[in-house]
């Protein structure tokens, strides 16, 4: 189940199913850089995304929405977000630190082979995938799992399924 303090009320609600679903399952929110740049500031966030949601740890914990290299770069300030995030999987408050972009793939490139991150979300669909394609191969060369966000480009491709048969 993947969801994000922004997504609404969408936390509270998986919390509630969460309460009454049986048997396993992954979570993943995220927080932003540009909202969560201080240890304090994302500790409080993802203690309130586990009370939210009512559950001990988040799976896929996200780096969010980096749409340029002055967000990561916030992100992995010494000190500041990302050494935070390591803190709070050391506590075991989170498996996995991903990142969620939307950058060029050239910069998804970078981000990747920093080595920081355990995958990626990341929009790509038939329309753009020669803007990202290069940061998917960076995530498969290192073994790293890309979940695929607006697959369909945002409603684009069905909407236009007679104009893009091409593809």
Same mark, same amino acid.
């Given at each position: 189940f993947h969801t994000a303090p922004g997504y609404?009320? =969408?936390e509270e609600i998986f919390g *509630? $199913?969460?309460r009454d679903m049986p048997g396993e399952f992954i979570v993943s929110t995220k927080a932003m850089p540009t909202s969560c740049p201080t240890p304090e500031t994302v500790r409080a966030s993802l203690m309130r995304s586990?009370?939210?949601?009512?559950?001990?740890k988040i799976d896929f914990f996200h780096v969010?929405? *980096?749409?340029?290299?002055?967000?990561?770069e916030l992100a992995i300030?010494?000190?500041?977000m990302y050494d935070e995030l390591l803190k709070c999987r050391d506590e075991g408050l989170i498996d996995?630190?991903?990142? =969620?972009?939307?950058q060029p793939g050239d910069q998804v490139r970078t981000i990747i082979e920093s080595g920081r991150f355990e995958g990626a979300l990341m929009g790509v669909n038939m329309l753009n995938f020669p803007y990202r394609w290069d940061g998917v191969m960076a995530a $498969?060369?290192?073994? *790293?799992?890309?979940v695929a966000m607006n697959p369909l480009s945002g409603g684009v491709i069905p909407q236009h399924e007679q104009k893009l $048969?091409? *593809?």
């Open positions: 609404r009320d =969408s *509630l $199913a969460f586990l009370d939210r949601m009512g559950v001990p969010w929405c *980096l749409r340029k290299m002055e967000h990561y300030q010494p000190g500041g996995h630190i991903v990142v =969620s972009t939307h $498969a060369e290192r073994g *790293l799992g890309v $048969a091409f *593809l």
